[in-house]
C-alpha cells in the first residue's frame, strides 16, 4: 500500500467520512497531500555526505471558506499530513533538520476549492548551556498552542546534556521524541531510539506512547507501552528521565 493509499486509509478510520461532507466544494485532503509530497520533490537539496534535504515546515494556504469548513478537523488533518510527509520522506530517502510542521491558513484571495503550498525549514529544540531553545524558522510563525493546564516535560537528569531544570512546553497534539533530527525534543543519548516515544494531547489528558524503541520506555520506574501522564510523573528515556508536569483547573 503507497503512502497516498495509507492516508487516505488513516482518515476514513479516523472520521467515517466527516471530511467528505465538510469538503463540498472541490477541495479533497488527498489532492493537499500529492500536493506536499511535489513540494518535497521540488526542494529537494543534496548536501554533504550525500543526504537530501526537504522542507519540514509547510503553510497550507485555501479559501477563507474551506477554512471555516476545516476548522473543526485542522488539527487532525494537519497531524496525518505530518505523519504522510514523514512517511514520504523515509520511503524517497529524504531527510529533514527538525520535525514535520503542518498548518493551514485562509486566505481571500483564493477560491473555493483551490489551494498553495508555502513550505520552509525550521530545526527542532536544541539544548545549549544547559538551557532549551527556541528554533528559528524562515516561515511566519504562528502563536504555540494552548493546551489546558500547560503541559510540559521538566529535565530531571540527563545523559544527553540537557540541563537539569530545563523546561519544555508541548506546544503541539503530537510530540515526537527521540535523537533523531526530525523530533520535536531531540535527545542526545544513546540509550534513546530515533523514535522513541510520542506524547499525545488527547481532550485534556497526555498520553504517552513508545514507539517500540530498542530499550523501552519506563514511567515512575515500570516500563510502559502506552499510559496516561499525570502532575509529577516520571518519564525515563535511556539515561534521561524528565518529570510530566500539568497545571490544575483554571
Known amino acids: 500500500m503507497g503512502v497516498l493509499q495509507r492516508f487516505e486509509r488513516r482518515l476514513e478510520g479516523m472520521v467515517e467520512g466527516a471530511f467528505a461532507r465538510a469538503f463540498k466544494s472541490e477541495l479533497q485532503p488527498v489532492e493537499v497531500a500529492s500536493a506536499v509530497q511535489r513540494e518535497m520533490d ?105 493546551f489546558y493546564g500547560r503541559p510540559r516535560l521538566v529535565l530531571a537528569s540527563s545523559g544527553g546534556g540537557m540541563g537539569a531544570g530545563s523546561t519544555y512546553e508541548l506546544q503541539t497534539p503530537v510530540t515526537l521524541l527521540g535523537r533523531g533530527t526530525d523530533c520535536d525534543l531531540r535527545l542526545v543519548d544513546p540509550g534513546v531510539s530515533r523514535h522513541h516515544a510520542e506524547l499525545r494531547v488527547e481532550d485534556d489528558q497526555v498520553v504517552l506512547v513508545d514507539l517500540g524503541s530498542t530499550n523501552g520506555t519506563l514511567v515512575n520506574g515500570q516500563p510502559v507501552r502506552r499510559v496516561a501522564l499525570t502532575d509529577g510523573t516520571n518519564v525515563t528515556l535511556g539515561r534521561t528521565t524528565l518529570v510530566f508536569r500539568q497545571d490544575g483547573r483554571y
Open 42 to 146: 521540488d526542494r529537494a537539496a543534496i548536501v554533504a555526505q550525500g543526504r537530501t534535504l526537504v522542507p519540514n515546515d509547510f503553510v497550507v494556504e485555501i479559501a477563507e471558506t474551506d477554512h471555516e469548513r476545516l476548522d473543526v478537523y485542522a488539527e487532525s488533518l494537519g497531524t496525518e499530513l505530518a505523519t504522510l510527509a514523514r512517511d514520504y520522506a523515509k520511503e524517497q530517502g529524504y531527510s529533514f533538520v527538525g520535525p514535520v510542521r503542518m498548518r493551514f491558513e485562509g486566505l481571500p484571495d483564493l477560491t473555493t476549492g483551490t489551494f498553495r503550498i508555502r513550505s520552509g525549514v525550521i530545526r527542532g529544540h536544541t539544548v545549549e548551556a544547559g538551557e532549551v531553545r527556541q528554533p528559528v524558522s524562515d516561515l511566519p510563525r504562528t502563536p504555540d498552542a494552548q
